[in-house]
């Protein structure tokens, strides 16, 4: 069992899940899928599993980090979190009515990674 734990691969297996839910992604998504470098947060979360970091500074970290007094820039990687959501870069896009499609993106991943219920429903048609 201590084989398993201290393996860096330990960090890899548990991130698997959580990327997913945080939805990770080295591309922007849309039509226009241009490639986008999130390794900084992979490599922190997988840190994160690695060292055991307490669950409330992961959550704080990855909410808020950049906000805490002097933050590292651990703190700050960690604040990726709210920057997974696919981002469309195509021509033509009126920018106020995508503003809104990120914040309910943010806001739907935010109630499925940490309240653990869906709150898509709560969006107006």
Request: aromatic share 14%.
């Amino acid at each position: 069992m201590d084989r398993l734990l201290n393996s860096p691969h330990y960090g890899e297996k548990m991130a698997v899940d959580w990327l997913d839910l945080a939805r990770f992604a080295d591309s922007y998504g849309y039509t226009v899928d241009r490639l986008r470098d999130m390794s900084p947060y992979r490599d922190w979360v997988i840190k994160a599993f690695n060292e055991n970091q307490p669950y409330d500074r992961f959550v704080q970290w990855q909410l808020a980090g950049d906000l805490f007094p002097n933050p590292t820039k651990e703190m700050i990687i960690a604040t990726a979190f709210n920057r997974n959501h696919p981002q469309n870069m195509e021509g033509g896009i009126i920018e106020e009515e995508f503003q809104t499609e990120y914040v309910v993106d943010r806001t739907n991943t935010f109630g499925n990674a940490f309240l653990g219920v869906s709150i898509g429903c709560a969006k107006m048609p």
